[in-house]
């Protein structure tokens, strides 16, 4: 992200070619959302392209909208990333260090495989609607929009229509490859709390075996490991503090789109063309809200795991008495799961989720 100019922290703010580079493009997508917009006019008589132009604008505010809010709020990441190093010092010893390595190689290994077959389906959907215009004699661009003037039209303005598809094309490439590591970013950020949460149940489960009948040794473990659990808590409501305009985007726009591509499926049920293309856009939409929902439910499972590790920690007969209180407020505080979540709308689970599909 911030190779291709949108990771606009305080450091990359001090440069000036980035800082012009960013608001250029910027200009460029509000300029191409006006003309999506301002195309919708003429797709008004027209029920299936009138869907379609919809969904292209909705899409589009939606990527222009998240380019604003990680712009806003870079620095705001740096600081949840600053935390998650300090989580890595938390990494369990002994009996405990191969499993927690195990746990977060397999995570790994599952978000790059997920990253490959996303990369895989936007490059093919960006080089799909780049090369329409070449064999949909009805269709003169990758998307369908209006300019004042007639400029998208080839025939009275051909040099202005050629540069419009150029600069569809570049915009389209760019942005779906800069959204693709925007939802990498993110995504990753609530996995790592996850993995920080297994650590933590790993810890609690060998802590006696670490400790070896020392006493003293045993207490300053627990203190460390509350500790521990308290930070995770803080960053996962600092992380949903951040992101919760995007979370709050993304439903709305994700409703939106599979609302649109129902209702337009239903209208062309007699054209088996057209359903199948709202069809498979209301299947990304529900695969895009089943993404993030798996791993909002991740999250809230090992945070209720939390307490049946600290329980497990729990022995009357050892330890101080100050030790079983600090593990009786962990044990309490974990029976309240984490989740990824906005304000105005459900968390991100699967429950939710099976409930919208």
């Known amino acids: 992200m911030k190779a291709i100019g949108f990771y606009m922290n305080t450091d990359k703010g001090r440069q000036p070619l980035l800082v012009a580079w960013h608001y250029f493009f910027m200009l460029q997508m509000a300029i191409s959302l006006a003309s999506l917009g301002y195309g919708i006019l003429e797709s008004l008589d027209d029920i299936v392209l009138l869907g379609q132009d919809l969904a292209y604008t909705i899409g589009t505010f939606y990527i222009f909208f998240k380019m604003v809010h990680f712009s ?76 004042p003037f007639h400029l998208h039209d080839p025939s009275q303005h051909p040099l202005c229509h050629a540069t419009i598809f150029v600069s569809q094309s570049c915009i389209l490439m760019y942005a779906m490859i800069w959204t693709l590591c925007c939802e990498h970013i993110s995504v990753t950020i609530f996995s790592e709390l996850t993995s920080a949460l297994k650590v933590l149940c790993t810890e609690l489960r060998v802590v ?34 951040i992101f919760n305009g995007a ?40 695969g895009h809200l089943s993404y993030w929902s798996k791993f909002g439910d991740m999250l809230t499972q090992e ?49 939710n989720n099976l409930a919208v599909n």
């Not at 070896?212 to 949903?240: M, P, W």
């Not at 044990?331 to 709308?345: C, E, G, M, N």
């Open 72 to 147: 806003i709020h870079a620095d705001d990441i740096d600081e949840i990333i600053d935390g998650l190093e300090e989580c890595y010092q938390c990494d369990s010893q002994g009996r405990g260090l191969e499993e927690s390595r195990c746990m977060k190689r397999r995570i790994f290994f599952w978000l790059t495989g997920l990253n490959a077959a996303w990369l895989f389906m936007v490059i093919s959907f960006v080089l799909i609607i780049i090369s329409t215009p070449f064999w949909l004699e009805a269709q003169e661009l990758p998307f369908h929009v209006a300019y």
């Open 208 to 241: 006696h075996e670490r400790c070896d009948g020392n006493s003293s040794l045993f207490a300053h473990e627990v203190y460390d490991l509350a500790k521990f659990h308290q930070r995770i808590i803080c960053l996962t409501d600092r992380s949903n503090e």
């Open 247 to 286: 979370f709050t985007m993304q439903l709305i726009v994700n409703f939106l789109l599979i609302s649109l591509s129902v209702f337009e499926a239903m209208v062309s049920r007699h054209d088996p063309k057209v359903a199948a293309e709202y069809l498979v856009l209301m299947v990304m939409a529900l």
């Open 303 to 351: 945070s209720l795991n939390v307490a049946v590790a600290a329980y497990e920690a729990y022995d009357p007969t050892y330890g101080f008495r100050s030790t079983h209180t600090i593990i009786w407020l962990i044990i309490q505080r974990a029976q309240t799961p984490l989740s990824v979540k906005s304000r105005l709308f459900p968390p991100f689970n699967l429950e």
